[in-house]
């Protein structure tokens, strides 16, 4: 039987088996786990219609109960006890930056005034900053240490003081890794283990810096210092976290970002912890993409996104966890003679950065110090434990300048003989050319740009010509953006003003999945201006396509004040996918969804959607088993070749990837639906019957049919995970945070989704999946 057939055999199957009933531990879940849903009236099989009120979740007087043994008792206790305080406070961090940061494209935009005239004085200032600005060398001194858990113990001049240096650095950026390594850091993000560090920074650099700020993530903490003559300079001043892992949670890699304007150059730190072990190189690739994707900053003077590579001088330290793919006893050797070079050629982050795959555009030093990791703490001998871990150089420090500011000088890169911990820190020295502004040349380059202005004034035609009138996309993919390009010149006499307005009758400027930028300008004669436009189809627009059948077309009206309009052709085909659908439209594909069309109504369908088969089933015959399951985050790449498999039937066996790249392709597939498995109308009831589990169920028997039968295919296959916990050392309180994220949300039209869940929201959602992995009966 080929796996198509065995694909549509399995998920027309009607038997729902408890998983965890020991006399069927030899029944295979996906071929036992789908049922017929409870009827959508006013019974269910365990409660009577007495008890319900039709039409409504609510639950009225249950009967009296009969007296409980201790065992019993203690069964019910369980069964109510809710996910721990401890678990939702280690996941509220990551959950609320995660909801903060979805990558959504702006919603429609609407039609709004710009202030056109000051956009371009602001443009022109900006263009012409050479003429008021002078450069003065500064210095940067950047510091990384993996401190493995242990407290401050040792003088850190060695370290943070360099004798060989005539001059004090203007900046210091020191960054720690496992500054705690403890359970209260873990689990309650607990944050004071970095008082006593940031004291000793203090009491080591002395009276001529002031902190500008710090910032931790679990074990990871990044601080800021600048001399005080320099803090009345220092502007723009904000930081922001990114955590890795499956949704951000429940990990204590990632990264944190500090950025400010210095003078009038803009500076970023980004202080890092990647993935782990030598074979993890993909992981750590994908870890740096993450993090450089997800940090992202306010312009406070417009509210746009600022990014990392928007500053002039962008710096990354951190334990960067690269390893030396060579036998520990060759790298020792070559460690005793100092043949750095023949080892840093073969050094992962060396060949990855050499190939394009990390880091692009960054640069690093020269490396003439011996490998950071790993020691016998307290000792200067290289690790010789059981393990026996390769030494390798994990701890680093790279920069990138951005092509319009002038690049760093090196004054110095080295290592510092600190021994408490199992890795040495590493220091760097940089010379930055910093953006000084003469004031007087400052205004007096603005009153040109004004009088310049005011010249060209009048009240003639503007003319302009725009470099193609029809713009086509071709093939878009769901939440891959595309960006095309257009020319608008001013080919008249006088000063052109645009802006993009809405066609008749509508308040919007373009769809919801187009983005348009610069939506105005102005132009003086024979100036250009370039309009980006960008499509980027998401969860919140793909139902458009994948469920509405739209067309991707869209006709833009691009203005010129006292002149004529210009009309955009815009054009595109969407590539229909399982991602950003909706559960009732995928039972309808039971051949591939990409390029066929749904069976009619009157035509059974599947019992739950083929796509959400073959992942689970693919992660039960590979990956039960695996730590990290569900933790650990998937390979972007890998994610996107999986839905594509799943688009086209093409079989897994076609493509590499990892299966934390598959156990996150289920994560995103239950987020990417249009509604969720707990519909958006059912939000508020889930909440409020998140503490009793008898109300959960009753709940659930009210779920449309689709979603009954996915709810309980997913909470077999969950609680089948969670009998392999010895290995995968998954916990339920852990499953039913990550989960209930995506099974139950609100509706993204309401004022709920705008704010970032508190505690108890995230607890009650839990609470409600936790009831069905850990109480047999509510899945009997």
């Known amino acids: 039987?080929?796996?198509?057939?065995?694909?549509?055999?399995?998920?027309?199957?009607?038997?729902?088996?408890?998983?965890?009933?020991?006399?069927?531990?030899?029944?295979?879940?996906?071929?036992?786990?789908?049922?017929?849903?409870?009827?959508?009236?006013?019974?269910?099989?365990?409660?009577?219609?007495?008890?319900?009120?039709?039409?409504?979740?609510?639950?009225?007087?249950?009967?009296?109960?009969?007296?409980?043994?201790?065992?019993?008792?203690?069964?019910?206790?369980?069964?109510?006890?809710?996910?721990?305080?401890?678990?939702?406070?280690?996941?509220?961090?990551?959950?609320?930056?995660?909801?903060?940061?979805?990558?959504?494209?702006?919603?429609?935009?609407?039609?709004?005034?710009?202030?056109?005239?000051?956009?371009?004085?602001?443009?022109?200032?900006?263009?012409?900053?050479?003429?008021?600005?002078?450069?003065?060398?500064?210095?940067?001194?950047?510091?990384?240490?993996?401190?493995?858990?242990?407290?401050?113990?040792?003088?850190?001049?060695?370290?943070?003081?360099?004798?060989?240096?005539?001059?004090?650095?203007?900046?210091?950026?020191?960054?720690?890794?496992?500054?705690?390594?403890?359970?209260?850091?873990?689990?309650?993000?607990?944050?004071?283990?970095?008082?006593?560090?940031?004291?000793?920074?203090?009491?080591?650099?002395?009276?001529?810096?002031?902190?500008?700020?710090?910032?931790?993530?679990?074990?990871?903490?990044?601080?800021?210092?600048?001399?005080?003559?320099?803090?009345?300079?220092?502007?723009?001043?904000?930081?922001?976290?990114?955590?890795?892992?499956?949704?951000?949670?429940?990990?204590?890699?990632?990264?944190?970002?500090?950025?400010?304007?210095?003078?009038?150059?803009?500076?970023?730190?980004?202080?890092?912890?990647?993935?782990?072990?030598?074979?993890?190189?993909?992981?750590?690739?994908?870890?740096?993409?993450?993090?450089?994707?997800?940090?992202?900053?306010?312009?406070?003077?417009?509210?746009?996104?600022?990014?990392?590579?928007?500053?002039?001088?962008?710096?990354?330290?951190?334990?960067?966890?690269?390893?030396?793919?060579?036998?520990?006893?060759?790298?020792?050797?070559?460690?005793?003679?100092?043949?750095?070079?023949?080892?840093?050629?073969?050094?992962?982050?060396?060949?990855?950065?050499?190939?394009?795959?990390?880091?692009?555009?960054?640069?690093?030093?020269?490396?003439?110090?011996?490998?950071?990791?790993?020691?016998?703490?307290?000792?200067?001998?290289?690790?010789?434990?059981?393990?026996?871990?390769?030494?390798?150089?994990?701890?680093?420090?790279?920069?990138?300048?951005?092509?319009?500011?002038?690049?760093?000088?090196?004054?110095?890169?080295?290592?510092?003989?600190?021994?408490?911990?199992?890795?040495?820190?590493?220091?760097?020295?940089?010379?930055?050319?910093?953006?000084?502004?003469?004031?007087?040349?400052?205004?007096?380059?603005?009153?040109e740009i004004v009088k310049e202005l005011d010249k060209k004034e009048n009240d003639s035609m503007p003319d302009a010509n725009i470099s193609t009138n029809m713009v086509d996309f071709e093939t878009i993919k769901f939440m891959q953006p595309t960006s095309r390009q257009l020319v608008f010149e001013n080919i008249g006499q006088v000063i052109a003003r645009f802006q993009f307005i809405p066609k008749l009758d509508e308040a919007i400027l373009c769809k919801p999945w187009l983005k348009i930028s610069p939506l105005a300008g102005m132009m003086i004669p024979k100036e250009k201006v370039t309009i980006d436009l960008t499509v980027y189809v998401d969860n919140l627009t793909s139902g458009l396509f994948n469920v509405g059948g739209e067309s991707m077309d869209d006709i833009l009206i691009l203005h010129l004040e006292n002149g004529k309009d210009y009309f955009i052709s815009i054009s595109g085909v969407f590539q229909r996918t399982c991602f950003g659908n909706t559960l009732e439209n995928l039972v309808r594909y039971p051949h591939p969804i990409r390029n066929n069309i749904p069976i009619p109504p009157e035509q059974k369908k599947l019992s739950i959607p083929k796509e959400l088969w073959r992942i689970i089933d693919y992660i039960y015959y590979n990956g039960l088993k695996e730590e990290g399951l569900f933790i650990k985050s998937g390979v972007t790449k890998e994610m996107e070749a999986i839905r594509d498999c799943l688009d086209t039937a093409e079989p897994f066996s076609s493509i590499n990837f990892s299966i934390h790249s598959m156990a996150e392709t289920l994560i995103r597939f239950l987020e990417s639906l249009v509604e969720p498995v707990i519909p958006f109308n059912m939000y508020q009831q889930a909440l409020d019957a998140s503490s009793s589990p008898l109300s959960c169920k009753t709940l659930v028997s009210h779920l449309p049919s689709v979603n009954y039968n996915v709810f309980f295919y997913l909470i077999s296959f969950l609680i089948e995970t969670l009998s392999n916990q010895k290995e995968n050392d998954l916990k339920p309180d852990q499953l039913a945070i990550i989960f209930s994220t995506v099974l139950l949300r609100p509706s993204p039209q309401s004022q709920l989704s705008q704010i970032p869940p508190d505690a108890t929201t995230v607890k009650k959602k839990a609470d409600l999946i936790l009831h069905f992995l850990i109480s047999k009966d509510l899945i009997n």
């Open 1 to 447: 039987m080929n796996e198509t057939q065995n694909m549509e055999n399995n998920i027309e199957t009607t038997t729902l088996v408890n998983s965890t009933d020991n006399n069927n531990n030899n029944n295979n879940i996906n071929n036992n786990v789908v049922v017929e849903p409870q009827s959508n009236t006013t019974t269910t099989t365990t409660t009577s219609v007495d008890n319900l009120q039709v039409g409504t979740i609510s639950i009225s007087d249950q009967s009296t109960p009969t007296t409980a043994t201790p065992n019993q008792q203690q069964q019910q206790e369980d069964n109510n006890r809710g996910v721990s305080n401890e678990t939702i406070k280690a996941s509220l961090d990551g959950l609320k930056h995660n909801s903060l940061k979805t990558t959504f494209p702006p919603n429609s935009q609407h039609h709004q005034y710009i202030d056109v005239n000051t956009q371009w004085i602001t443009n022109k200032l900006k263009e012409r900053e050479s003429e008021f600005t002078e450069k003065r060398g500064m210095s940067i001194f950047l510091g990384t240490w993996n401190v493995n858990g242990k407290k401050p113990s040792e003088p850190l001049d060695p370290w943070l003081k360099d004798p060989s240096m005539s001059l004090q650095p203007d900046i210091y950026a020191i960054g720690f890794q496992e500054l705690d390594l403890t359970a209260e850091a873990l689990l309650l993000g607990d944050t004071t283990r970095s008082l006593p560090w940031e004291q000793h920074i203090l009491n080591t650099l002395q009276g001529d810096y002031v902190k500008l700020l710090s910032k931790q993530l679990v074990g990871i903490l990044l601080c800021v210092y600048v001399k005080k003559e320099h803090k009345p300079h220092i502007a723009n001043v904000q930081s922001d976290i990114a955590a890795v892992g499956i949704m951000g949670m429940m990990g204590n890699k990632g990264g944190v970002a500090i950025r400010f304007s210095f003078y009038n150059t803009t500076i970023c730190i980004i202080n890092s912890h990647l993935n782990a072990h030598m074979d993890n190189v993909l992981r750590r690739n994908q870890d740096m993409k993450d993090i450089a994707k997800n940090i992202k900053f306010i312009n406070e003077s417009d509210h746009s996104t600022i990014n990392i590579f928007d500053h002039d001088q962008l710096f990354w330290i951190g334990d960067l966890n690269y390893r030396i793919p060579l036998p520990d006893g060759e790298v020792k050797e070559k460690i005793k003679k100092k043949d750095f070079y023949n080892l840093f050629l073969v050094d992962q982050l060396n060949q990855q950065m050499k190939a394009g795959a990390v880091f692009e555009g960054f640069q690093e030093p020269p490396i003439s110090f011996a490998p950071t990791y790993k020691y016998d703490a307290g000792t200067e001998e290289y690790d010789s434990s059981e393990k026996k871990r390769t030494p390798a150089w994990c701890d680093r420090i790279l920069w990138k300048t951005h092509k319009k500011a002038e690049n760093v000088g090196i004054l110095s890169y080295k290592r510092a003989e600190l021994i408490s911990s199992d890795h040495r820190p590493v220091s760097a020295s940089f010379v930055i050319k910093i953006k000084v502004v003469i004031p007087d040349s400052k205004n007096r380059i603005y009153q």
